[in-house]
């Protein structure tokens, strides 16, 4: 994982998103390890691009 990821906002929401999937049956944890890494990236390029779609993730996986 890059250095400024660690602890942001956005890899804490994205690993809330990925464990409320796995909740959800659409992951497993067994994908996680693969997983994770692509959702925390995807979610911090959210984050900047589109902060409404961000927040809307953050709030359904709450």
């Given at each position: 994982?890059?250095?400024?990821?660690?602890?942001?906002n956005a890899e804490m929401v994205a690993r809330n998103f990925y464990?409320?999937?796995?909740?959800?049956?659409?992951?497993?944890?067994?994908?996680?390890?693969?997983?994770?890494?692509?959702?925390?990236?995807?979610?911090?390029?959210?984050?900047?691009?589109?902060?409404?779609?961000?927040?809307?993730?953050?709030?359904?996986?709450?």
């Open positions: 994982m890059e250095g400024n990821m660690n602890n942001t464990n409320w999937l796995v909740d959800m049956g659409y992951s497993t944890d067994t994908d996680k390890a693969e997983d994770i890494e692509d959702v925390i990236k995807d979610f911090v390029c959210i984050e900047h691009e589109a902060p409404k779609l961000f927040n809307l993730l953050k709030n359904l996986s709450d």
